[in-house]
């Protein structure tokens, strides 16, 4: 069979009938033809409407929310209720939780029975946590079964595309007593007993786990799958990793967009007013900031009018704070994030930033001295220039430590609104401890 | 059987000779007992060294580049070659890559030929390409071959942990004709053909492709592992989902860290000479371009000095410049890294970051034009500020976007340097528009 690339795609999906080409649809991936649809723009739709209601499912299943959502009301209400028949009830329970509360009924009294329940009991579990991302599909098998058994009972059921390559031991009480690959399977003799060659020691998931750190455990063992089990150990779902590599994604970006200003879901190739709503409201907030800053260097008006050197001096020792504060501020946000900040080595982190920004502020405090005596021709102004700097970067460096933390202890991303607050301390302790020492020996200065 | 928290694993590994717990080690991700191991600081080498062979060789594959040097050497030569024997091919690759080169040459000649002969066709691939991250284990089969066949082969051969869940169907030249998941093939009754369940549009990953592009492609797909053949279809091996995360932490964290001012590597709870070693040349860059602004400054010394207002509102605008440019760069430095800045939408993207930062310059340009008129108590010098602002911001943003892309045309990584080079022109433009703006008009603002 031959592959297709997008133009191709586009060429097939306008010319040929698509109920003519079900079998060709089977063998390419859902995301390829979603890319071809998207790309088509104008027909995108008509086209949409002519496809098979499974393949329509897994495009659905491919698209982000608001276009999903945009897709979904082309169709008409039974037709709706087809397609989101044909998806996994993790995906129904993502779209789902996006309706208005009378439209999510209307979808479960017209969706296959215990599917609906599965959506139902899904939709009770936070969004970002285990329960909101697994999928209630998954193969039980019991101990007794012999290989042959379990081959026969595969081929007799067969597996979902959306199955995972683990089938899930349970006792008479559904709970998880062990886990078998189909590798495991596959190379047993046909008489060989489940109990045999199943592993016992099973790694599961409690339902209630933040993503975030289901994401550092797949990371850790580099599972395929993980089952995800209630407090009793009885098996509610699974976890797999291609949900893994979309979470690790989508908390990175909200790490760095967090860092950077922006507001998730700015897309880079979004409309306009999206980014002014991403921005402008981390601006507003950084000018309150800015204007504090600008404020403390009002303060000291009298002393700049005296000399004005001290204008030319300001910006270099309030920047290398900043900078001082956000490489530390980065290494912590990343290393909450990551796990790797724990109680047991916080202690041993924080000294170790207060002794690197001490090194690193009299490193430059000494660089920045030596140029403010050049520059004024005056070695006090370089010694009240060299001892700010050194100030600062070290302050600088502890509240880039104490802020993410401080935050994560309040339950607060410690991405959000750190780099303002890192900032914003930088420039105003900056001005204060270079406008206030040269304040307090402006008579040997001048 | 019973799963194992690190503190009896820790009790476990010291108090029983871990010969006659081979039984139970199998049970246990080696993860795990690395981490125990890690705890344990001083005896960590005395108990590794007795661990069985296989054993280590799992560890080994867990630990960090450094560590596995470290624990390396403790073995004596023999034992070394016994232990890299255990190990898959594009471990020891990675290994390997770090020795002497005669080093390399004595391991070679002293380890299974065939995988020798892997490994020294691994080391060829740069590090950071398909190449560089395959295994070259993978399963074969002929697509003439029925599942019972197959079945029977696979029991015969047996399959390695480090083996994926497909089955690859190769012609008589290695060329790649087909994929069979094992889902496929234990859902299907014993007769069939291979030809006939196998996939036939296969999606394979050329040999010198970078990893963010592999990364890339397998979000996309969400496969679990994907082929990767050279430019003759000719089937090299595979790479894994499990590749695949470190890879997507690996880049998004070389990321964060370059728009944070940090070099790759450093840990949160490493040495104190590492943060010196990977802040202070930065931070000596940052120093530079600090000087430069604040030299901008100092060309207005003598404006400045006959209103010093203007100090009050320099760190004002220059800051909100920084800002506006940060959060552009932050965006197109994710866009180029996710593949979503092409070179179709980049003049759109382009358009957008313009009129986006018009309309948030003209936004705060106007707060602070109306602050400063009240500060100020003089209209004249409101203007002065809104459009410096205005212009700053304006220009920030168009900045944050042509850094990136300038730097990823010369083939330098967008994130690299980015944010010195905005935030240094944010300063030295904000300074010159506004303090040239307020020497010009000086007899009205005075």
């Given at each position: 069979m031959k592959t297709f690339n997008k133009e191709e795609l586009k060429e097939l999906l306008l010319t040929q009938a698509p109920n003519a080409l079900e079998e060709i649809f089977e063998e390419i991936h859902p995301v390829d033809i979603l890319d071809a649809l998207r790309d088509l723009e104008d027909d995108k739709y008509t086209i949409l409407k002519k496809l098979p209601n499974w393949l329509v499912a897994d495009i659905f299943e491919e698209m982000d929310e608001d276009e999903q959502q945009e897709a979904l009301n082309i169709f008409s209400e039974i037709d709706q209720f087809k397609i989101i028949n044909e998806m996994s009830s993790d995906e129904i329970t993502d779209l789902l939780g996006n309706l208005e509360p009378d439209r999510v009924d209307r979808f479960l009294g017209n969706i296959d029975k215990e599917e609906a329940e599965e959506v139902k009991e899904l939709l009770t579990?936070?969004?970002?946590t285990a329960g909101g991302i697994m999928a209630t599909e998954f193969i039980a098998i019991k101990e007794e079964m012999t290989v042959i058994d379990t081959l026969g009972y595969l081929q007799a059921t067969g597996l979902d595309a959306?199955?995972?390559?683990y089938l899930y031991v349970l006792d008479s009480n559904e709970v998880l007593t062990g886990i078998l690959s189909l590798r495991d399977l596959v190379t047993a003799?046909?008489?060989?007993?489940?109990s045999d060659i199943m592993t016992t020691s099973v790694k599961s998931i409690p339902v209630n786990m933040d993503q975030e750190e289901v994401a550092n455990i797949f990371q850790k063992y580099g599972f395929q799958a993980m089952p995800v089990v209630d407090s009793l150990g009885e098996m509610l779902g699974v976890i797999t990793f291609d949900d893994i590599i979309d979470i690790v994604r989508e908390e990175d970006n909200e790490d760095i967009y967090r860092l950077g200003g922006l507001s998730e879901?700015?897309?880079?190739?979004?409309?306009v007013i999206d980014s002014v709503k991403s921005r402008l409201p981390w601006l507003l907030v950084n000018l309150v900031t800015a204007i504090i800053a600008g404020a403390t260097v009002g303060l000291f008006s009298s002393t700049i009018d005296k000399l004005v050197i001290l204008a030319t001096f300001n910006p270099i020792i309030a920047g290398m704070g900043g900078n001082a504060g956000t490489q530390s501020l980065t290494l912590i946000v990343r290393g909450i994030a990551l796990g790797e900040l724990s109680k047991e080595n916080a202690k041993r982190v924080f000294l170790k930033e207060v002794i690197a920004g001490l090194i690193n502020g009299v490193a430059i405090g000494v660089v920045v001295a030596i140029l403010g005596l050049i520059w004024a021709n005056k070695p006090i102004f370089g010694l009240v220039v060299g001892v700010a700097m050194i100030l600062n970067m070290s302050l600088a460096t502890i509240v880039g430590y104490l802020v993410p933390v401080t935050l994560k202890k309040l339950?607060?991303?410690?991405?959000?609104a750190s780099a303002v607050f890192v900032t914003t301390f930088t420039d105003v302790c900056g001005f204060f401890f270079f406008l206030g020492l040269a304040t307090m020996f402006l008579k040997y200065l001048m």
């Open positions: 579990y936070e969004e970002d959306e199955t995972v390559y003799t046909f008489d060989t007993r489940i879901g700015e897309a880079v190739d979004g409309p339950n607060v991303d410690p991405a959000l």
